[in-house]
């Protein structure tokens, strides 16, 4: 597949993903992107952020043969609408590292994501920390389109001091 106009943030994602991983890079997409890949009717990202957890090349090599080109950290192309963040890693929610994620296939194309669950407190983290309803919303839009582990995410919200905002989730999802 080549990036063009009519890619959706998921092509781009898969693409890049797929390129990077056959150049030996590991990079695992996070925040409001895989919250779009997982419930795109919830919520629409404009740009994907991938943290790399294994680093074998320039990805900015690999970026470049895709047809992007960087400003400031920020790789944007010129027949997509969809940038490309790397955020510093490590992978992690609040103070967890997350070693383990998702690979979806989408015939020989890849894309390593945040589980369901680590989504759902990716996105309730900024619900909490800053009142995010639009995270709160992307939050909801996953828990109801995948199989999470409400009882995790309770567990996680008592121990983050957020039990309160945890019940307006969890209200928010019946």
């Known amino acids: 597949m080549v990036i063009s106009a009519s890619s959706t943030l998921e092509d781009v994602c898969y693409e890049v993903c797929t390129a990077l991983h056959d150049a030996g890079t590991t990079v695992v997409l996070t925040g409001g992107s895989a919250a779009t890949v997982y419930a795109p009717e919830s919520y629409q ?6 943290i790399i957890t294994l680093h074998a090349i320039a990805a900015g090599l690999v970026l470049t043969g895709l047809g992007y080109e960087s400003q400031r950290g920020v790789y944007s192309h010129n027949l997509s609408g969809y940038t490309l963040e790397f955020p510093r890693g490590p992978l992690q929610i609040a103070d967890k590292v997350i ?3 998702e690979t979806r ?3 020989d194309r890849l894309l390593h994501i945040l589980s ?12 909490y920390g800053y009142g995010d309803r639009s995270a709160l919303s ?3 839009g996953v828990a109801s389109r995948e199989a999470i582990d409400l009882n995790i995410i309770r567990d996680w919200s008592a121990e983050m001091g957020n039990a309160r905002e945890f019940a307006i989730f969890v ?4």
Request: hydrophobic share 40%.
């Open 171 to 174: 209200q928010s999802l019946s």
């Open 116 to 127: 369901p669950n680590d989504c759902v407190r990716d996105r309730l983290l900024w619900f």
């Open 99 to 101: 070693t383990r994620w």
């Open 105 to 107: 296939r989408r015939g």
């Open 138 to 140: 992307a939050a909801i």
């Open 45 to 50: 990202s404009r740009d994907a952020d991938f």
